[in-house]
Nanobody, 116 residues
Framework: VQLQASGGGLVQAGGSLRLSCVAS????????MGWFRQAPGKERDLVAA???????YYVDSVKGRFTISRDNARNTMYLQMNSLKPDDTAVYYC???????????WGQGTQVTVSS
């Protein structure tokens, strides 16, 4: 599985961005997907996840502002980010896993910068 993330950019606080992650292959619908982010000097943390059954999870800091979704027909996962804050500045990575707890497949990352 190869993942390609896109959609990052520079936005002012309060603005919005939508990230996309396109997966290769024919098994996207069976994958459990997630968005991670890594700020400078910090660890890479899970932000949101969506299962192959479309069950979603969000870290508390993004609840009510971010929405994760998937389009299996397009092999694509999205992260709609609204009301962005400077603390959301990070490189965002998409990732996929099958049945294991560990995410086995990673995209290349896309930079999100939120200015105050």
């Amino acid at each position: 599985v190869q993942l390609q993330a896109s959609g990052g950019g520079l936005v002012q606080a309060g603005g919005s961005l939508r990230l996309s992650c396109v997966a290769s292959g024919r098994t996207f619908s069976t994958l459990n997907m997630g968005w991670f982010r890594q700020a400078p000097g910090k660890e890479r943390d899970l932000v949101a996840a969506i299962s192959n059954g479309a069950i979603t999870y969000y870290v508390d800091s993004v609840k009510g502002r971010f929405t994760i979704s998937r389009d299996n027909a397009r092999n694509t996962m999205y992260l709609q980010m609204n009301s962005l804050k400077p603390d959301d500045t990070a490189v965002y990575y998409c990732a996929a896993r099958r049945t294991s707890i560990r995410y086995d497949y990673w995209g290349q990352g896309t930079q999100v910068t939120v200015s105050s």
